[in-house]
């Protein structure tokens, strides 16, 4: 009766290191899936800082077409403001830059196609390609 115990304890035991195996491959798996997923969430934000020149020529561009009747987006100024800092910041890791690669302003995101672009000519173009 003891080998019999034994036995069932010893099967009881590998049942439950086989189903600790899986939930551990599966949340692995999941994990691997969240990091690799595509970040979009469809807003449009301009970033931006007074007194900034090339901000001001991507703000010229933007009146001088009209892009505003176009396209949607957020403008949000950063130098004065400290929580739009923080936001561009969370962006510019969306786009998988940090630390010495964090973006300068102007810096536009576009959450629809989860892209970073920064300085007024790739901005322009960029905006240019969304109007055509």
Known sequence: MINLSMKNTERNILILIIIGIIVLFGGLMMIKNYSQRKISDGRQIFFYGDGCPHCA????????????????????????????????????????????????????WDGVGAQCFSGDTPIIEFLKSKIK
């Open 57 to 108: 020529n991507v703000e010229k561009f933007v009146a001088d077409n009209k892009i505003e009747d176009k396209i949607k987006f957020e403008k949000l100024e950063v130098y004065n403001n400290q929580d739009n800092l923080t936001q561009m910041l969370r962006y510019t890791k969306k786009c998988g830059l940090t630390g010495d690669q964090e973006m300068g302003v102007p810096m536009y």
